[in-house]
């Protein structure tokens, strides 16, 4: 039988990984097997530098956190050695780094995802690491913002130096 003191400790991280999937607004599974210390280690510092936590969960584990967070549509995707990134703010970094790093590293494998609360697949993921970043999708809506202002400027710059224009002739 397993030492109860063992089995305290399997719980409590049953249940950190299971608050973390309920609370992340993105989770993504992926498949490290192949990955060597130096690449693990670079990709760990990116994803920590975005403020996304990368953990390696045994697969009994991560089936039994899922179960208590009531998302049991991920299990099929626990398989082969897990690595789950967690990322509570930002729901396009993880998929951007993980994706682009799997590009250049054919050893990394992104399975699958939870974002928002619902399980997707890697085209979702995939799609996620598609679009702009949250700065870039703003800078975008500014600029569609202002476009209506300038253009309105110029149209009374025009105005303006036609009538100047007319009244000097």
């Known amino acids: 039988m397993a030492n ?25 599974v ?10 693990v280690t670079q990709l760990r510092k990116s994803l920590r530098e975005a403020g996304i936590e990368f953990t390696v969960l045994k697969n009994t584990l991560a089936r039994r956190a899922t179960a208590s967070a009531e998302l049991g549509e991920l299990d099929e995707y626990l398989t082969g050695p897990t690595a789950i990134a967690f990322s509570k703010d930002d729901i396009i ?10 590009k250049k590293n054919e050893h990394l494998n992104v399975k699958a995802g939870i974002v928002e609360g619902r399980v997707v697949g890697y ?6 690491a598609d679009l702009p970043s949250r700065e870039g999708l703003l800078s975008m809506l500014l600029s569609v913002l202002q ?5 309105f400027a110029l149209a ?3 105005v303006a ?7 000097q002739a």
């Open 123 to 128: 085209d979702q993921i995939k799609a996620l």
């Open 30 to 39: 992926t498949d490290y097997r192949g990955l060597n210390v130096a690449q």
């Open 93 to 102: 970094a993880p998929a951007k780094i993980l994706t682009e790093f799997a």
């Open 161 to 167: 130096e036609k009538q100047e224009g007319g009244a």
């Open 156 to 158: 009374v710059k025009a």
């Open 147 to 151: 476009a209506p202002v300038r253009n």
């Open 4 to 28: 109860a003191k063992v089995l305290a400790e399997k719980e409590q991280v049953v249940a950190e990984v299971a608050e973390k999937l309920k609370s992340s607004s993105c989770t993504i």
